[in-house]
Each structure stands twice: as structure tokens, then as C-alpha cells.
């Protein structure tokens, strides 16, 4: 991407920084319920219960993504992506501040848990209109031959927030008792978004409107309900963008929240190893994130690269149960391998979803299909493992990741996305 005039670059930065920000404050969410929540919002109950529950406010801003997408999806369709990632940003932002403030359940009974879902939701909310404004910013700005690396930029976002809020979970690990981080430390990370919200609103605020949504608005006025156009016209698009997007959450969310908890309370790894495992097995996905992109850019379509991934997931899964036993050499050799095959089912989502709708309905098509997909691939994806792995051991979440996998693969396998715009169409 150094060849990118400076005003492509500043957009690459502002797609990259905002996302970053955004996965920042779910990160650290995700993190903490692994680590804390269900101890300190819930009940004391039967092993396990407490992490359940934990893992049960962490699925609630999956459902909250799709309605995100819906309300910000309309707004960027009709009047512009720079306002509406603005908007989308800020929601997250506050509601990620806010948790830092939160009573507990010994404080404040049932209260708190109630509370946590609400900003859950807030979360969930705001990164619904995040990620498909932020692929648009970056794709609808990218030269001939560069859809794929520039879509990457908000792609490579997400391991960008997942180090910046481990890693701050790590060291507080560090420098706090496990006393003190229980009872107070987590809530620093949280706090510490404000101040990275400011950060990515002064970013985006100096943006301008992307060329493509220019020329549509040039072409015809805006969708009055473009979900309404969108799914009158675009139902296939929609449907095949969706399942096309299933696996990188499943590989996700099985190789860090459930894992990260997993690790943990069952397999005896301190928080601070497990954590630091983590961060170097991240790195392996923003590797494979950006090897997708220039795959798909200068060797194949985005569709075959992420065909390729999905088969790549499909082993992975195999693997859980030998890997997982224990040691902490097997245990980074599977997070290793899940996150880069993760890299490959994820980098080149940024350019191959919004390739699936034409301008004046993109944003909302591709918030839908990304966050619907969420819904089903991750937001129960570490409550599942959970279960599956406490009644039937972890070769049952191999299989359940490696399933997740095979569907994603057979709708890239059946339908392809339209070099003129118009709508996706099943391959013969």
C-alpha cells in the first residue's frame, strides 16, 4: 500500500485506526468475560455456570449487530459513509466507557448484570454500522487492481484491537494482584476507550465522501428503505454473503474467548501465559489476513482465496483435541494454526462482500451479511464450545468449528459476485 497517493493513505489510516478502536472495545469485552465477569456480575452456582453466563452477555451484542447494521446501513445508503461511521463509533465508544462504571452483583444484585447486557447492546449496536462503512471507505477509494489489500485495511484492524486490549489485560496481569485486578483493574481498559474514541473522531471527522457514493447519488436519489430495496433485489447477495462469512467468527471466537477461558479454568494455564500465547498466535492472522488479500488480488479472486480458508478451517477443527492437551507448546501450535487459517477466511471479506451489491444499497448489504453471519458463526459460538466442551471434550468443538467451516464453503462454491455491480448470480 505505499504506492497510494497520500490522500488513499490517509483514508487507509482512517479505515485502520477507527476499526482498531472499534475491535478494541470489543476485545476487551470479550476478554474480560472470559477472565472475570461471571464471577464478579453473577451468582455463585455449579462449575461452570458463572463462565456461561459470562459467555451469555458476550452473545448479546451479536444479536444487537444486526440491528446496528439496519439502522446505519440506511443512513450510510442515503446520506453518505463519513457521518454514519462518525455515528457508529461514537456509540460504541461511550457505551465501552460506561461499563468501566458498573456496579457489581455484591453490590447491586441483579442490577448489574442488567446493566452489563444494556452496554453489551450499546456495543453490539455501534459496531453493527462499524465494519461495513469501514470496508466501504477503504474499497470504494481503491485503484484498479488493489480491491482486496485496501479492504484489508479494516480487516487488519481487528488484530490490532485484539493486541491492544490483551496486551493491556496482560500487563495489568503483571503489575496487579489477582485481588486487585478482580476488583478493580479490569475496569481500566474500559476507561481507557474514551480517550481512543477522541482519537478516531478527529481521524474521521477530516474525511470526505467516497467517490462510489458520489457517482450513485450523480446516477439516481439514494434508496428511500434500502433494506427494503435490498432484499427485494438482492436477496441471493444477501443470503450468500452471509453464509460466506460464518466461518472466520467460529474460528475466531473458538480460538480466543473460549479458548482464553477454557485454558484458564480448565487446563490449569496462568492468565498471563495464556494471554501471552495469544498475542503471538494473533500475529499469525494478520499475516494470513494480508497474504489473503495479495492472493486475491494478484493470483486468484477473492472467493477462491476464501474457499481456501474455509478448507484450511475444516483441518484445523480436526486438530483441537491433540493439540489442546495441556502443554503450552501444542496449545500455541492450535491457536497458531486457527488464526492464521482465521487470517484467510476474514482478509478478503473487506472487498468480496460489499463486490456483492451495487453502491446505492452496499452499506447496508454488506453490515447485514457481515453482522447476520456474526449472529450465527460467533455470538453463540463460545456459550456452544462451552457446553460441547464441559459434556462431550474438546474433539466435539473441533467438530462444531470444522462444520462452520463447510458451510461457509459450499456458499462461496455456489455463487459469485458480479464484476458490473449488479447482483450475485449461482455459478452454473
Known amino acids: 500500500m505505499t504506492t497510494a497517493a497520500p490522500s488513499h493513505r490517509r483514508v487507509l489510516l482512517a479505515s485502520f485506526v477507527g476499526t482498531t478502536i472499534e475491535f478494541y472495545d470489543f476485545y476487551v469485552y470479550a476478554t474480560a468475560a472470559a477472565l472475570v465477569f461471571g464471577e464478579i456480575f453473577f451468582p455463585k452456582g455449579a462449575p461452570g455456570t458463572q463462565q456461561l453466563a459470562a459467555f451469555a452477555t458476550l452473545a448479546v451484542a451479536f444479536f444487537a449487530r444486526p440491528v446496528g447494521s439496519l439502522v446505519f446501513g440506511h443512513f450510510g445508503d442515503r446520506i ?39 452496554l453489551r447492546f450499546g456495543q453490539g449496536f455501534g459496531l453493527g454500522g462499524e465494519w461495513g462503512g469501514a470496508a466501504l471507505l477503504a474499497v470504494e477509494h481503491a485503484p484498479p487492481g488493489w480491491r482486496a489489500r485496501y479492504g484489508s485495511a479494516p480487516q487488519l484492524g481487528a488484530p490490532a484491537g485484539f493486541i491492544a486490549a ?14 486487585e485486578f478482580r476488583d478493580w483493574g479490569w475496569r481500566i481498559p474500559f476507561a481507557i476507550s474514551a480517550v481512543l474514541v477522541l482519537l478516531g473522531l478527529w481521524i474521521r471527522l477530516k ?16 434508496p428511500a428503505v434500502p433494506i427494503a430495496e435490498l432484499l427485494g433485489r438482492h436477496g441471493l447477495a444477501t443470503l450468500a454473503g452471509t453464509t460466506g462469512a460464518i466461518a472466520c467468527f467460529a474460528a475466531y471466537y473458538v480460538g480466543t474467548a473460549f479458548l482464553l477461558g477454557y485454558g484458564t479454568k480448565t487446563l490449569g494455564f496462568a492468565m498471563q501465559q495464556f494471554l501471552l500465547m495469544q498475542l503471538g498466535a494473533i500475529l499469525f492472522m494478520a499475516i494470513g489476513i494480508y497474504a489473503a488479500a495479495w492472493l486475491a488480488d494478484r493470483r486468484w479472486d477473492e472467493r477462491r482465496v476464501l474457499a481456501g480458508g474455509c478448507v484450511a478451517t475444516i483441518l484445523v477443527g480436526f486438530t483441537i483435541a491433540p493439540l489442546m492437551n495441556g502443554s503450552a507448546a501444542g496449545a500455541f501450535t492450535f491457536l497458531s494454526l486457527t488464526l492464521l487459517a482465521m487470517g484467510f477466511v476474514y482478509g478478503p471479506l473487506g472487498a468480496w462482500l460489499p463486490s456483492l451489491f451495487p453502491a446505492r444499497v452496499r452499506y447496508t448489504g454488506a453490515s447485514i451479511a457481515f453482522n447476520v453471519a456474526g449472529v450465527i ?25 470444522s462444520a462452520a467451516a463447510a458451510i461457509s464453503l459450499v456458499a462461496l462454491l455456489l455463487v459469485r459476485s458480479r464484476s458490473d455491480g449488479g447482483a450475485a448470480e449461482l455459478l452454473p
Do not use: H
Not at 215 to 220: C, D, G, I
Not at 377 to 393: D, K, S, Y
Open 207 to 222: 474525511l470526505t465522501e467516497t467517490p462510489a457514493f458520489a457517482a450513485a447519488l450523480a446516477e439516481a436519489p439514494p
Open 166 to 179: 490483551n496486551g493491556l489485560f496482560l500487563l495489568l496481569g503483571l503489575w496487579l494482584s489477582p485481588a
Open 377 to 401: 458463526g460467533g455470538g453463540l459460538t463460545p456459550l456452544i464450545a462451552q457446553g460441547l466442551a464441559m459434556e462431550r471434550g474438546l474433539a466435539a468443538v473441533g467438530w462444531y468449528l
Open 80 to 118: 453518505g459513509r463519513k457521518s454514519t461511521l462518525v455515528a457508529s463509533l461514537l456509540t460504541m465508544g461511550v457505551s465501552t466507557t460506561l461499563v468501566a462504571l458498573l456496579p457489581t452483583y455484591a453490590d447491586a444484585g441483579w442490577i448489574a448484570p442488567v446493566a452489563l447486557c444494556a
